[in-house]
């Protein structure tokens, strides 16, 4: 470890401070005697290991993270009047947190399952967070049906294992996943490391400029290392011998000085391209094709330095997409809609009300005016200062102009489905990806879809499944028919 350790100066003491006189023996009724409940020391210490871990993340719960910086590299005060990108060569402080989602705290970094790439920017304006995968669509297209997504990803209430029925069965009866499935399954699906595969903020966003124009935008954070991937093979034996492959790899390559770097590029819609584009440009489950909106680049981001703390600061990290700044806001996607809620809830729940005073969750260049006041491990920072508005004492007040523009909304309320476009559908983009691999990669989907499916208890299920590919690509289902039925003899 290369990295210079935190050395504190003096005794060791309780946690109120005081001196301890020995931490090698508990104090006893004379020698070999019962322990005695005044050893406030021991009883400190089992109570604070009896509470040391806080509950994991539901999803994302393994990860490794970093900080580093951000720099533009282009104009784009045309688009948005976010100060961290008001102009080239500004740099703005980052933290990013990599994860898988479907494994629990202590599972393998090798295996299939997307990527978390959770960026927060320690901008002049506040926290920005940018919450996306390694992947640039997502199984489903409406956040009402996360919860059932994950659980079948996650153990199952019976047998306590990741059942293929359960997964299988969801994916089938959604047939949205298709095109998500197909990038799992192929060669990106298991990333050799953090460092060797892209980033994406997957959902669409809102960017606005002074004059008040409205853009729509993807993020794309594009790898300097090159993508690499590994077989699974590889992972299966890599997960085996080390299941800290990704993270100790990335801490490794930071302390090396080989610093990782991403090339940051944005698609850019106008916003009146919206309404009459061929699909709905907001739907998670797809992307926007290069040719109709190529990908500008905007900027550099670089990972130069290791948390000292994992729990402090990779695990006590908080993001959540709701976090914007000027210029920079939602769109209509439901998915998005849905986490805007969502993640900022399971902070308050899983690390505490008052998350965002942890070092790594705190705005770094403007402090943080509220009056939201107490609660578990309030650290007084307000002091005596009122804790409402309008005051008469000086306090925070409003600013009056909105972070994001605002859009026009029409119709009934009901459970609606997304606006039809002319182009919608669930499988066109599952079969573009399918064809546009060489058929080595080809080989190694099928084989991968097939080992995966060949588990299913029900014959309905798998044929379900199969239909779904068989719909993106006639020739993409007939070879997974055929590896399925080869596995299931």
Do not use: C
């Not at 993807?218 to 699974?232: A, E, S």
């Amino acid at each position: 470890m290369t990295q210079e350790a935190h050395v504190t100066q003096g005794p060791l003491t309780t946690e109120a401070g005081a001196p301890v006189a020995d931490n090698q023996n508990s104090e006893t009724a004379g020698v070999g005697g019962p322990v005695l409940v005044q050893d406030q020391l021991l009883l400190e210490k089992l109570a604070h290991f009896n509470r040391e871990r806080i509950p994991e993340r539901v999803v994302h719960a393994r990860g490794a993270g970093a900080y580093g910086t951000f720099t533009v590299t282009a104009d784009v005060t045309p688009y948005t009047r976010a100060a961290f990108l008001s102009e080239a060569g500004k740099e703005t402080e980052v933290f990013l947190r990599f994860s898988t989602v479907a494994g629990n705290l202590g599972a393998a970094d090798a295996v299939r399952d997307p990527r978390g790439f959770a960026l927060k920017f320690y901008t002049e304006e506040g926290n920005y967070d940018l919450v996306g995968n390694n992947t640039p669509v997502f199984f489903i297209r409406d956040a009402i049906k996360f919860p059932d997504f994950i659980h079948t990803q996650k153990r199952d209430p019976y047998s306590g294992s990741q059942e293929a029925d359960n997964v299988w069965d969801f994916w089938g009866l959604s047939p949205e996943s298709t095109h998500q499935v197909t990038w799992l399954f192929g060669d990106r699906g298991i990333p050799a490391s953090y460092r060797h595969m892209n980033g994406y903020g997957s959902h669409t966003y809102q960017w606005s400029n002074e004059a008040g124009e409205v853009f729509w935008v993807k993020y794309h954070f594009k790898t300097d290392q090159g993508i690499k991937n590994l077989t699974q093979a590889e992972a299966t034996r890599i997960a085996g011998e080390d299941p800290d492959s990704h993270q100790r790899d990335l801490r490794q390559a930071i302390e090396r000085g080989e610093f990782p770097s991403w090339t940051v590029q944005v698609q850019i819609m106008p916003a009146a391209d919206a309404a009459t584009y061929r699909f709905n440009p907001f739907d998670l489950t797809k992307v926007w094709p290069h040719e109709d909106y190529p990908p500008i680049e905007i900027g550099k981001l670089e990972l130069n330095r290791n948390p000292r703390n994992i729990f402090a600061e990779v695990e006590q990290s908080i993001f959540s997409p709701a976090h914007f700044v000027p210029g920079i806001g939602p769109s209509p996607d439901k998915m998005l809609q849905g986490r805007l809620f969502a993640y900022g809830d399971a902070h308050r729940y899983r690390v505490g009300i008052n998350a965002d005073h942890l070092p790594v969750n705190r705005p770094h260049a403007t402090e943080a005016r509220t009056n939201s006041r107490d609660g578990f491990l309030y650290d007084g920072r307000h002091g005596g200062a009122k804790n409402y508005e309008p005051n008469s004492f000086g306090g925070p007040q409003q600013t009056g102009r909105p972070l994001w523009q605002s859009t026009s909304v029409d119709g009934r309320t009901g459970g609606h489905t997304t606006p039809v476009h002319a182009e919608d559908d669930d499988f066109v983009q599952a079969g573009n990806l399918y064809r546009l691999m060489p058929e080595e990669e080809k080989e190694r989907l099928v084989a991968g879809l097939a080992g995966a499916i060949a588990p299913v208890s029900r014959e309905d299920i798998v044929e379900r499944a199969i239909g779904n590919f068989r719909k993106a690509d006639a020739d993409f289902g007939k070879r997974l028919e055929a590896a399925v039925q080869a596995l299931r003899g």
